[in-house]
């Protein structure tokens, strides 16, 4: 059993649809993280978020942090081609990462 | 360019060689890490050390060691690799490990290691 468990794990979609992808835990976290990584290169951070029932904003990215801090979501809206890639969850302080859940948009 | 920089990007060899993997932060990090991405993509901890504390992975095998000559660099030593220990090897590096909550892991471009 992973700490986090990300879902789901293959999301393909159409450029202009929109999109959730979940990051969950049954445990308690100061803060979680979501990096996005493309093919021959390492995750690169997007956000952190660390206040329970924050939501952070990154253009047509939308983050949210659970109100009890056990799970975060990600969503995108219009996806375009360029958000391919494979996002992660992750917790800085347990060392931990999710699954991933890798996204393709086509166009 | 602030970055981390690991060498080599593609290592192929043999059963049985020791190998090793040079990474290298000019971001005035205080604490680095080795992390192992299998073939489904999964990020697995190895190492995390800064200049007071290294925290293994105990699922690691000993084969693997981290040595660092100073604050900037972290390689990878393995030994007596095998089959099993093919994957993608990330460097990373981090202020102070867990504080500040907003702040991040800055990672390189990772290493494809293939035994054969």
């Known amino acids: 059993t992973q700490l986090l468990e990300q879902s789901p794990q293959f999301l393909s979609i159409q450029e202009g649809e929109n999109l959730t992808v979940y990051c969950n835990s049954s445990?308690?976290?100061?803060?979680l993280q979501w990096y996005r990584q493309e093919p021959g290169e390492g995750p690169v951070l997007l956000v952190t978020?660390?206040?329970?029932?924050e939501v952070k904003k990154l253009k047509r990215l939308t983050f949210q942090f659970g109100d009890a801090r056990k799970d975060s979501s990600l969503h995108i809206t219009a996806a375009q081609p360029g958000d391919t890639g494979l996002y992660l969850c992750?917790?800085?302080?347990?060392?931990?990462f999710g699954e991933g859940t890798q996204l393709t948009v086509n166009p | 360019d602030t970055a981390v920089s690991q060498t080599p990007k593609y290592l192929v060899t043999q059963m049985g060689n020791d190998k090793s993997i040079k990474c290298e932060q000019n971001?005035?990090?205080?604490?680095m890490y080795w992390y192992k991405q299998d073939s489904k993509k999964f990020l697995k901890i190895m190492f995390s050390?800064?200049?007071?504390?290294?925290?293994i992975n105990e699922t690691v095998p000993n084969r693997f060691s981290p040595k660092s000559p100073d604050k900037a660099h972290l390689n990878l030593h393995i030994n007596s690799l095998e089959l099993g220990d093919s994957a993608v090897y990330f460097c990373?590096?981090?202020?102070?490990?867990?504080?500040?909550?907003?702040?991040?892991?800055?990672f390189g471009s990772g290493t494809r290691l293939t035994v054969v």
């Open positions: 992750a917790s800085r302080s347990r060392l931990t």
């Open positions: 445990s308690v976290f100061s803060s």
């Open positions: 978020v660390v206040t329970g029932g």
């Open positions: 971001l005035g990090h205080d604490t």
């Open positions: 050390y800064n200049n007071k504390e290294l925290i």
């Open positions: 990373a590096s981090s202020k102070i490990q867990g504080w500040p909550l907003s702040d991040g892991y800055t």
